[in-house]
């Protein structure tokens, strides 16, 4: 599968594309007018590697949970790209990806995120498929309630994490890897009809 994948969820964004085994990616660092200036960073980042909207077949985009304006902007041109180019469009969440590597191998997975100075959780069964809703929980709850859990954090918040977190049981710290949304879709678990902003309060 030939595919873009775009995460402007947090503060450090990525491009990634994947074209016959070979992949290209992109940090963008944040500023105000980051989602602005999106489309013309992924143009420029195509032009860089000489790539081509024919090149691929596939947008995958974080859907969040993430920064109201990198969401909102990322959709919007995603959408917009996918319609003009004959694209399908899938959306993914930072909470699933977290979970991928576990697929078949943990009756229950809790994936946590920090976002804004406050930790939330989402479960999933071992077929990754959703299983609570996201909630949001303190320090305290997480060690009081979590410790014996299997838990997935992603390496790029643990600076976030308070440390007495970072050092409960059953805590596994994971790469988010572009690659492994491929995987994702082929089980069916991405979003393709309604592909909107995970945002949380």
Not at 131 to 160: A, G, H, L, Q, W
């Amino acid at each position: 599968m030939n595919f873009l994948s775009i995460d402007c969820s947090m503060d450090v964004s990525s491009l990634f594309v994947k074209i016959k085994n070979k992949t290209f990616s992109q940090i963008l660092q944040s500023d105000k007018s980051n989602s602005d200036l999106l489309m013309k960073r992924i143009l420029d980042f195509f032009k860089e590697n000489n790539l081509k909207f024919t090149d691929i077949s596939v947008i995958f985009v974080n859907q969040g949970p993430g920064n109201f304006s990198g969401l909102r902007g990322s959709l919007a041109i995603v959408k917009g790209v996918s319609l003009a180019k004959n694209l399908k469009l899938f959306g993914y969440n930072t909470f699933l990806w977290s979970c991928v590597n576990f697929f078949n191998k943990e009756d229950t997975i809790y994936s946590f995120i920090e976002f804004r100075k406050k930790y939330f959780v989402k479960k999933f069964d071992k077929n990754l498929t959703s299983i609570s809703k996201i909630k949001e929980i303190t320090t305290d709850e997480i060690i009081k309630n979590y410790d014996s859990k299997f838990k997935v954090i992603p390496r790029s918040m643990i600076k976030n994490f308070d440390e007495k977190i970072l050092k409960l049981n059953n805590l596994n710290i994971v790469n988010l890897d572009h690659n492994e949304l491929e995987f994702l879709q082929l089980k069916g678990l991405l979003s393709e009809k309604l592909i909107n902003p995970l945002y949380l309060s």
